[in-house]
C-alpha cells in the first residue's frame, strides 16, 4: 500500500514565523501536491511537483513556496505565516498519468491542522 | 476552466438504506477522469470509486456506485446498505485527460444513524 506520511498532525506557530510542513512518500511517485482544506470550500491545490525541483502553481500559491529536492520528500513553507493560512493541509501523491490512458488515483497523508496565532 | 459542485452540504442516512450524492461539473473535454474520495473523521482521504468518460458503464465497488451522466455532466454516488462506518465527508473529484491534477468539490458529509 502506498504511504503517504506528513510529519505533524497538528503544528501551532505565530504571526510571522516560517513554518515548514514536510511530506514523505515511499511509492516512487512522480506526482506530489499539497492542498489546504477549509470548511465550504473543499480542497485547494496550493503547489504541484512533477518531478525532483520541478514545480507548478496550483489555484492559491500566495504566501507559499515548496520544495523538492528528492522524489520522495515535497516540503511546503510558508514565508511569513498569517493568521489566515490557518487551516488544515493535505499532502498526496500520485503515478503520472496525463496524456496517458491510466487512471491514477491520488494517495493522501492524514494532514496536518496548522493554528496560527 | 472546470468547476465541480456538490450541493449537498449535508446528507444522512438510516443504517442498511440506500443514499445518493450528487455531483455535477462543467466542462468543455470530452476525455476525462472522475473520482470520488472519502474523508472519515480520521481524516485520511480514501478513493472510493473512479469512472473514466470514455466508458459507459458506470462504476461499481461492492457497496458503491455511480451514475455516470456524460451528456448532462452528472456523476452520482449511490451507497447500498448503509453502514455507521460509511459516515464521512465525501468530495467528487474532476481530472483531465492532460493532467494529473484534480479539481475538488466543496464536499459532502454524511451521517449514519443506526
Known amino acids: 500500500d502506498v504511504k503517504v506520511t506528513q510529519s505533524s498532525r497538528y503544528l501551532v506557530k505565530r504571526t510571522g514565523e516560517k513554518v515548514f510542513l514536510e511530506c514523505v512518500q515511499d511509492?516512487?511517485?512522480?506526482?506530489m501536491f499539497w492542498y489546504r482544506q477549509d470548511p465550504g470550500l473543499g480542497l485547494r491545490l496550493i503547489y504541484f511537483?512533477?518531478?525532483?525541483?520541478?514545480?507548478e502553481k496550483g489555484d492559491i500559491p500566495e504566501g507559499y513556496s515548496v520544495s523538492r529536492e528528492k522524489k520522495e520528500r515535497f516540503s511546503l513553507i510558508l514565508e511569513s505565516a498569517s493568521t489566515n493560512q490557518t487551516s488544515m493541509y493535505l499532502c498526496?501523491?500520485?503515478?503520472?498519468?496525463?496524456?496517458?490512458?491510466?487512471?491514477?488515483?491520488?494517495?493522501f497523508g492524514d494532514g496536518t491542522r496548522l493554528s496560527i496565532l | 476552466a472546470q468547476t465541480v459542485t456538490q450541493s449537498q452540504p449535508e446528507m444522512s442516512v438510516q443504517e442498511a438504506e440506500t443514499v445518493t450524492l450528487s455531483c455535477t461539473y462543467d466542462?468543455?473535454?470530452?476525455?476525462?477522469?472522475l473520482f470520488w474520495y472519502k474523508q472519515p473523521p480520521s481524516r485520511q482521504m480514501i478513493l472510493v470509486i473512479r469512472?473514466?468518460?470514455?466508458?459507459?458503464q458506470n462504476a461499481t465497488e461492492n457497496r458503491f456506485s455511480v451514475n455516470f451522466q456524460k451528456a448532462a455532466k452528472s456523476f452520482s454516488l449511490k451507497i447500498s446498505d448503509s453502514q455507521l462506518g460509511d459516515a464521512a465527508m465525501y468530495f467528487c473529484?474532476?481530472?483531465?485527460?492532460?493532467?494529473?491534477?484534480?479539481?475538488f468539490g466543496t464536499g459532502t458529509r454524511l451521517q449514519v444513524f443506526p
Open positions: 511537483s512533477y518531478d525532483v525541483k520541478m514545480k
Open positions: 469512472q473514466e468518460a470514455y466508458k459507459q
Open positions: 511509492m516512487d511517485h512522480e506526482n
Open positions: 473529484a474532476y481530472r483531465s485527460y492532460n493532467t494529473d491534477k484534480l479539481i
Open positions: 466542462t468543455s473535454e470530452s476525455d476525462y477522469y
Open positions: 498526496a501523491s500520485s503515478l503520472g498519468s496525463a496524456g496517458e490512458r491510466g487512471n491514477q488515483p491520488q494517495h
